[in-house]
């Protein structure tokens, strides 16, 4: 059973992202008081019935955020996975109205990566931008993003970690091959050539990795990921929050006692980092309680020409998500290069929130 404390405190960056306010959730969590199932007064439930308005209200993009949050952080009974089946169910009637967002089911023999696309023309092969969460966020998540990509030249795919959300394969050392098998799934659909990676938090080591053995991939953005003292270090894993540990251990079929040791083979060790020869771009948390400092020292002191982005905050660094969001789509601009009107908005939209943000850190 997920302590309730951790759940609360952890899901504030992820109604961040997807734009909820806390005057909004705050009421929604006190009324929060156990994680047993799908009975009132438990995260699923709360979550559930807030999700269950909305789509009676003809909200359908918003409910599927709140079914979001109750599967959150990952799927371990009959209530969650109601809850992840209505989020994927609402957000596709909240897609159907966009004929631009597609479907996408990558068939492999260890299992499915399901997706979801846009921008995929035989007839116009745009450069992709691939995009993924981390260890505790669905596609769905994410994939809003897709609809601003026409303005920005290409096309996309939203999809997520193995053993997250509908992804059934296996999370373990070969999780970075899952990129590949996209690539080749849309290669006849977009310019693969020219493939750039989004990928958030423990995604974005997996990105790294597919970087060095697949030379399609030509840039990888990240935020909070892990490289190498986190798979290694035994005295930093002891004080990883309880939830980010059990969320490993479901993903990679594995227990909470066990899965540090069965994750130490998937570090990145130095060498690795230093033979990357494609642009990297990532944000750091400084406060970060999942990944460890090491992790960024390494990043900068071996990754060449590294672009880092960093904020005082913990990890996801949820006040600084409108910064991030704008820094990343920035980045992937900058490594693709031309639109440069875009780029000349997005930079000005980042130094404005730059500002605003110090300015009210800054009054008494």
């Known amino acids: 059973m997920n302590d309730i404390a951790e759940l609360k405190n952890f899901v504030v960056a992820h109604t961040a992202s997807q734009g909820l306010p806390a005057e909004h959730y705050d009421p929604l969590l006190a009324r929060i008081r156990h994680d047993e199932g799908g009975t009132p007064g438990s995260w699923t439930y709360e979550w559930s019935a807030e999700a269950e308005r909305l789509a009676a209200g003809g909200r359908p993009l918003e409910a599927s955020v709140h079914f979001n949050m109750a599967r959150f952080p990952f799927v371990d009974g009959p209530a969650r996975a109601a809850a992840l089946e209505r989020c994927t169910a609402a957000f596709g009637q909240w897609a159907g109205d966009f004929p631009a967002i597609g479907r996408l089911d990558v068939e492999l023999p260890e299992g499915r990566i399901r997706c979801w696309t846009t921008g995929l023309d035989p007839d116009d092969p745009k450069p992709l931008l691939v995009m993924t969460g981390g260890i505790v966020s669905i596609k769905e998540q994410w994939a809003p993003v897709l609809l601003q990509l026409a303005g920005l030249g290409f096309a996309g795919v939203v999809t997520e970690m193995p053993g997250v959300g509908e992804n059934t394969l296996p999370y373990d050392g070969d999780s970075h091959r899952m990129f590949s098998a996209v690539l080749d799934a849309v290669g006849d659909r977009a310019d693969t050539a020219r493939t750039y990676l989004l990928a958030l938090s423990f995604s974005g080591h997996l990105a ?157």
């Open 208 to 364: 790294l990795r597919a970087a060095l053995h697949d030379d399609r991939i030509r840039g990888v953005v990240g935020a909070g990921a892990p490289l190498h003292s986190f798979f290694t270090d035994a005295e930093w894993q002891r004080t990883v929050p309880r939830i980010t540990t059990d969320t490993l251990a479901h993903l990679a079929r594995s227990t909470p006692g066990e899965v540090y040791s069965l994750a130490g083979a998937w570090a990145l060790d130095p060498a690795e980092l230093s033979a990357l020869d494609v642009p990297v771009a990532h944000v750091t948390s400084l406060r970060d309680e999942i990944i460890p400092p090491a992790d960024a020292r390494l990043l900068r002191e071996r990754v060449r020409g590294v672009r880092l982005l960093a904020h005082d905050d913990v990890h996801g660094s949820p006040s600084y998500f409108a910064q991030t969001r704008l820094w990343t789509l920035l980045s992937v601009l900058r490594m693709r290069g031309g639109y440069g009107e875009q780029r000349v908005a997005l930079t000005r939209e980042f130094a404005r929130l730059r500002y605003a943000h110090h300015a009210r850190a800054a009054r008494p």
